[in-house]
């Protein structure tokens, strides 16, 4: 069944269950989309956690489906974020860097590789999911953290009714109000957060804004984009929070800063009261909430273990994370599945979830996750591709990486290099496999060059001033 004749019988599934419920007149579902920043693989207690207490996310793993191989567009926010809300992979969007960071085109003097000097801000042309939802009534608000582009190219450039807190770049001055410090080039003060109170904790704050939100739309069909800038450093933590964690870590060696911690917990106990409302004002039956993060968690502040290494690197640890949905009356409580992921899913899963056709269908990377969702059926896809040609991390060369079935391969550009996983075997990729199954090793490089040649517009090129050096 191909993807646009299986929307169609989805959403006519959805018709039929929407008009059988009591109410008079059909009900689009409202869709919460809670994306959290730099969440570890493992910081959660439904994900075998066990430092932090998350019992409002472990909670609502119960009533959902939680997957355990869902993967991040990117290994960093931007080009993760731009996918997620386009259902594109970044390699099509040609939106594969960090926007803003120092340097994010930049690249040693005699690189092997220039990065591509691509896109600074996701196209207007580019369907959004708020754009998608539009058409059928929804109001659509983005609360927190938005890091696609200079001002022209923020939430309300995009579909967005309603803008919250995001902007141009990715990390909060500070968590504390008046979230103000002097100003520093790579975190500058938040223009859109109205004034608040002293005393304010910016998670907190986001939040309360979220509550508003919802109130005022719960007799409307809603989009609320939830992107919490938690649990992105600065890593502060609110009020005394983190000194119950310096207690409990204190004689152990978790290779935890306490801040972060609190700040997971304080995360936790935000999205508990995003559910809460839900409950309260009767719109939990009829809300489709999922639950993410843009990338891997900071290897020295997140919990990754067994994943290698963390945000930045196309290792498991940089683009593995969690995923939760719920949808009571659609999705079976208390699922877990195997099944593979990316961000890119999420966007189709939204349009069927809510009959909705985006504007170009065969543009869409992403698989829609409904059979799987409430039918527990696998979905065949085609291998997963990450291109992230950025000079990011120490350990971690620009290259990209590609999924297909138990294997994984990452091709890098500086040094050129191959390695190949067993992601089966060998989650912690430990064992490079390239030399010993060198057909396994073409049969990945060929269908990622593939993809890559299918739809990359801007690449990285060589660098003249190279002198040779690996
Ligand atoms: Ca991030």
């Given at each position: ?418 390695a190949l996983y067993d992601l089966e075997a060998d989650l912690s990729e430990t064992t490079n496999l390239a030399e010993k199954m060198p057909d396994k090793a073409k049969e990945l490089l060929a269908d990622l060059h593939t993809y890559l040649d299918k739809v990359l517009e ?13």
């Amino acid at each position: 069944m191909n993807r646009r004749h299986f929307l169609a019988t989805t959403s006519g599934l959805l018709a039929s269950l929407v008009t059988s419920r009591t109410h008079a007149a059909p009900t689009k579902p409202n869709v919460v989309l809670v994306l959290i920043d730099d969440l570890g693989y493992k910081d959660l207690g439904c994900y075998g956690g066990d430092l932090f207490e998350t019992p409002h996310i472990d909670q609502l793993a119960t009533e959902g489906m939680r997957f355990t191989q869902a993967y991040a567009n990117c290994p960093v926010c931007s080009p993760s974020r731009a996918a997620l809300m386009t259902g594109k992979n970044p390699a099509r969007t040609g939106f594969t860097g960090h926007i803003t960071a120092i340097g994010r085109h930049r690249h040693p003097e005699k690189s092997r590789i220039i990065p591509p000097q691509d896109k600074m801000y996701l196209p207007h042309a580019e369907e959004s999911i708020a754009e998608l939802l539009k058409p059928q009534g929804y109001v659509s608000a983005s609360i927190g953290k938005w890091h696609l582009g200079e001002k022209g190219h923020w939430p309300e450039d995009q579909g967005f009714d309603e803008n919250i807190g995001g902007w141009t770049h990715g990390s909060p001055p500070t968590y504390y109000y008046p979230y103000k410090k002097p100003q520093k080039k790579w975190n500058p003060n938040i223009p859109t957060l109205a004034e608040g109170k002293p005393g304010e904790y910016l998670t907190d704050r986001l939040t309360d804004e979220a509550l508003g939100f919802i109130e005022r739309q719960q007799e409307n069909p809603f989009f609320l984009y939830l992107t919490l800038y938690a649990v992105h450093t600065p890593l502060e933590a609110p009020g005394n929070l983190a000194e119950k964690y310096r207690k409990k870590f204190a004689g152990k060696e978790t290779g935890i800063h306490p801040a972060y911690a609190a700040m997971v917990e304080n995360m936790d106990r935000n999205i508990g009261r995003v559910l809460e409302k839900l409950k309260t004002l009767g719109l939990e039956e009829n809300t489709l909430v999922i639950f993410t993060s843009d990338n891997g968690g900071l290897e020295d502040s997140a919990v990754q273990k067994p994943l290698r290494e963390g945000k930045g690197t196309l290792y498991e640890g940089g683009i593995r994370v969690p995923l939760i949905a719920k949808w009571p009356g659609h999705i079976p409580a208390n699922q877990t599945t195997d099944q593979l992921s990316m961000g890119t899913d999420l966007f189709p899963t939204i349009a069927a979830a809510t009959g909705t056709t985006p504007q170009d269908p065969t543009k869409i990377d992403g698989y829609d996750l409904t059979p799987t969702l409430t039918e527990g059926k696998a979905i065949a896809r085609k291998p997963q591709v990450w291109y992230y040609p950025h000079y990011h991390s120490k350990s971690m060369r620009p290259g990209a990486a590609i999924r297909k079935g138990r294997y994984k391969l990452i091709e890098t550009y500086d040094p050129v290099d191959l390695a190949l996983y067993d992601l089966e075997a060998d989650l912690s990729e430990t064992t490079n496999l390239a030399e010993k199954m060198p057909d396994k090793a073409k049969e990945l490089l060929a269908d990622l060059h593939t993809y890559l040649d299918k739809v990359l517009e801007v690449r990285h090129t060589p660098n003249p001033a190279w002198d040779g050096q690996a």
